[in-house]
């Protein structure tokens, strides 16, 4: 939760960033990606060093790290130092998915695995919902700067609850002929597909994420108190269907996963498509809502599925490929809005954009095989 905080409220602040640094949309998508790139490339050498020193301790420096470059983010004296704190700061988060998501796999035998990773993958929703109506008001009254102070502040809180609950910390860490490899000729071919999938469904989330609230308060006019129950509607969503995505999956899919994860990616089009054409703020809000569920039954079905059909030793690993294709579209998304709103000096053009990637996931399930 704590870790999706800190996305959402630079989601919130962009519009107040481009504003006390004089720049425009495209720019202000480069800030948003910059922590995605860093993010994104951190996640295959997060999923090893996982496997590599343990779930507890990859948790505990993770943890630590963004809470620093949460609050140097409030310090940020240039675009140009933000842009590079941001960076860092996806560095710094990139291991806490491996290291979490194996931490479930230690906890939990197989027929649970489903539904517990589906259960963690709902907080980053809940955090992303909650956020808004702690920070709103700390950026309303204070500004945004402090807002990231406040944040790093409950990180810190948070890290020491964590080390003095999660005792003891040391875990065996493997070396010699044990240590992890990974073994990329032999990798399960529906891992690549969920790589596509997981990129196509991001470039929407992330941009949706990023530049929502910035499309409120620009083009709508929506005022900053609006934002407060505006924004976490379709994270609230998203959250219910994460929650919910690994009983769907284990219940009503069970032997058939590939079929929840495809009609999912297929409503993510069709409601893509009706938010493309929605002219007025209801239909736009009511299309969100609607996108952020189905396409998180899908997101999150991704990683219930996999966490069926990996092996235990590389888990870290190999959750870290199927991570990196969902955070490569978050680094995507964000930017591409920002160039298409710039560019073509309408947000119509940059969720036709979206459009095109929902049909790309769409069209991917087409390849994900029975076995």
């Known amino acids: 939760m704590l870790l999706f905080a800190d996305r959402t409220v630079m989601n919130i602040s962009l519009a107040y960033v481009g504003r006390d640094f004089h720049v425009g949309a495209a720019a202000l998508g480069a800030t948003a990606s910059a922590f995605f790139l860093g993010y994104t490339l951190m996640q295959i050498p997060g999923g090893y060093l996982t496997d ?17 470059l949460t609050m140097v983010t409030g310090w940020a004296w240039s675009l140009a130092a933000l842009v590079a704190i941001r960076f860092l700061f996806g560095i710094a988060e990139g291991p806490y998915p491996a290291a979490a998501l194996k ?16 259960a963690l993958i709902s907080s980053n929703y809940a955090g992303a919902a909650v ?13 945004w700067r402090n807002a990231f102070v406040w944040l790093g502040v409950i990180g810190l809180v948070v890290l020491v609850a964590y080390y003095l609950v999660e005792r003891p910390i040391k875990q065996a860490a493997t070396s010699g002929a044990q240590r992890p490899k990974i073994e990329w000729r032999n990798i399960d071919s529906r891992v690549w597909v969920f790589v596509v999938i997981g990129l196509a469904l ?21 005022n900053l108190k609006n934002l ?28 058939r996963e590939r079929w929840m994860i495809s009609i999912a990616s297929f409503l993510t089009l069709v409601f893509m498509f009706g938010l493309f054409k929605s002219s007025s703020l209801v239909a736009v809000v009511i299309f969100d809502v609607l996108i952020y569920f189905v396409k998180s039954l899908a997101f999150t079905g991704i990683f219930s599925f996999t966490a069926q059909i ?12 199927v991570n990196f294709g969902g955070q490569l579209g978050g680094f995507i998304g964000p930017l591409l809005i920002g160039w298409l709103v710039q ?15 929902a049909l790309v996931a769409a069209v991917a399930c087409l390849f994900i095989r029975k076995k």
Do not use: C
């Open 52 to 68: 590599r020193f343990g779930s507890k301790r990859l948790i505990i420096v993770s943890l630590l790290a963004w809470s620093v």
């Open 103 to 118: 931490r479930i796999s230690e906890n939990y035998g197989k027929d649970e695995k489903s539904q517990a990773t589906s």
């Open 131 to 143: 956020a808004p109506l702690l920070i709103v008001p700390i950026i309303a009254s204070a500004g």
């Open 202 to 222: 991001n470039i929407i989330t992330k941009g949706l994420e990023t530049w929502m609230p910035v499309y409120f308060l620009q083009a709508r006019g929506i």
């Open 228 to 255: 407060t129950w505006l924004v976490p509607l379709p994270v609230i969503s998203g959250g219910i269907a994460a929650l919910i995505s690994g009983f769907v999956m284990v219940h009503w899919f069970k032997g």
């Open 310 to 321: 990996l092996s235990e030793q590389t888990y870290g690993s190999s959750i870290g490929i």
């Open 343 to 357: 560019f073509a000096g309408s947000y119509s053009a940059a969720f036709l954009g979206l459009v095109i990637s």
